[in-house]
Structure formats: C-alpha cells, structure tokens
C-alpha cells in the first residue's frame, strides 16, 4: 500500500492490488470498518459517494474521451497532460471575464443628412407625382431616434476573482480525477472496451493518488 509522500518528496510507483475510488481515483486507505464489508469499498468518502460521475451526456465523460482523444492510437505513446485536457475543455469559461457588454446606440436616420436637412421634399405637380406634397422650408427635420440596447452574449454572469479561481480550482480537479480513473479502471473505447493508461510526471511512471504540480497520462504498455 502506497503511502503519502511528503511535501518536496516525489510521487511513489503505483502497488499492485491497491484499491481505488470509483470518483476521484486516489488509494482508498484501509479502515477498521472496510473489514466487516462483504463488497469491496467503492468510495474513499461520502463526499465522493455523493459527487460520483454522471453517464453521458456529462462534463465527465467530455473530459475521458478529450483523454482519449488527445492519446491517439498510442503508437507513439505520447503523454497528454491534464492541463491540455483543461484548455480543450474549458476554453470558453476561463476566457470569459464576466463583464458586461457596452451599451450599443442605434441611430435610425434614414433620409437625413448630416447638416440635418431632408430631401423628402417633394415638388407639388411634378410630372408622374399624383398628389405630392411640399414640406415647408422652416419645418425641422424628425430627430434621430436613439434605442439603447445591449448586445447578445454568451458570457456568463459576472463573478467576482475569487469565485473565478473557485471554478478554475473546481474545473482542474475534475481534470485529474478523470485521469487518475483512468490510471486506476481504464478509459472508455468506442468498441466497448477499456484501455489503461499510467500516470507519468518528470518522466517516470508515478503513482497518480499523489502525483502533485504537472502530470499527465500515456497509454500502458
């Protein structure tokens, strides 16, 4: 059973027969109540019990096949990091400030010039007019109506910096715990069957329970 590193101290090699949670993908640390179950411990807590992956259509299952995606057929067995799972999924909430859009004036001055005259005047008589009416010349021009209006957006509501980094902190570990379900059961293949991948940081095979900073994940061999 792998134990947590300290801080400085490198991720561990993964174990054989570790138990892993069904949500977030780390060792389930072995409790005196574990040994009274009749089934294997699915969750490492009740907050993962609560928070498990949705079916599809779901974010969860859009960050997996990002995974799988991005791996590739796995002949060169190239390593994709969680932070380019993160850019492809959630490229349009981390660009969206949460400002308001400014406020557009439309002018609607069809016919009028500049110099605030109009030539609507028409010539009473003139050949082929039949009943034109002449305006008067001291007669003021219609003033410009002026609608305010905001533009469409699909921005999301303003929040403010800390909420910000609330749901960027909130997005990255979903990131990782897709990649370490990964490590742990495998990723979904369009033929129905799972294909493992392993957790690699500073260029060797880590344990993803306690893998820390930048990592990512390859297909096993």
Not at 6 to 29: D, E, F, H, K, M
Not at 173 to 189: D, N, P, S, T, Y
Request: charged fraction near 35%.
């Amino acid at each position: 059973m792998s134990t947590r590193p300290s801080r400085n101290a490198l991720a561990p090699r993964p174990s054989a027969n570790t138990l892993y949670c069904r949500t977030c993908g780390r060792v389930i640390s072995p409790r005196k109540s574990h040994a009274t179950l009749t089934t294997p411990q699915k969750y490492c807590s009740d907050r993962c019990r609560r928070e498990r992956p949705r079916p599809a259509p779901s974010t969860e299952k859009d960050i997996e096949r990002a995974f799988v995606r991005l791996l590739g057929g796995g002949e060169e067995r190239r390593i994709v990091k969680c932070e380019e799972v993160e850019r492809v999924i959630f490229t349009k909430t981390r660009t969206d400030d949460g400002s308001c859009g400014e406020e557009v004036a439309l002018s609607n001055a069809d016919g009028l010039e500049e110099d605030g005259c109009s030539d609507v005047e028409e010539e009473a008589g003139d050949d082929g007019d039949d009943g034109g009416v002449r305006l008067p010349s001291n007669m003021e021009p219609p003033a410009a109506i002026t609608t305010t209006m905001k533009p469409k957006s699909d921005k999301v509501p303003h929040r403010t910096p800390r909420e910000w980094g609330m749901q960027k902190a909130k997005e990255r570990e979903m990131v990782r715990r897709a990649a370490r379900r990964g490590v742990a059961f495998g990723f979904e293949m369009e033929e129905g069957r799972r294909r493992s991948v392993e957790a690699v940081q500073s260029g060797r095979v880590v344990e993803s329970s306690f893998a820390k900073g930048e990592w990512g994940v390859r297909w096993r061999e």
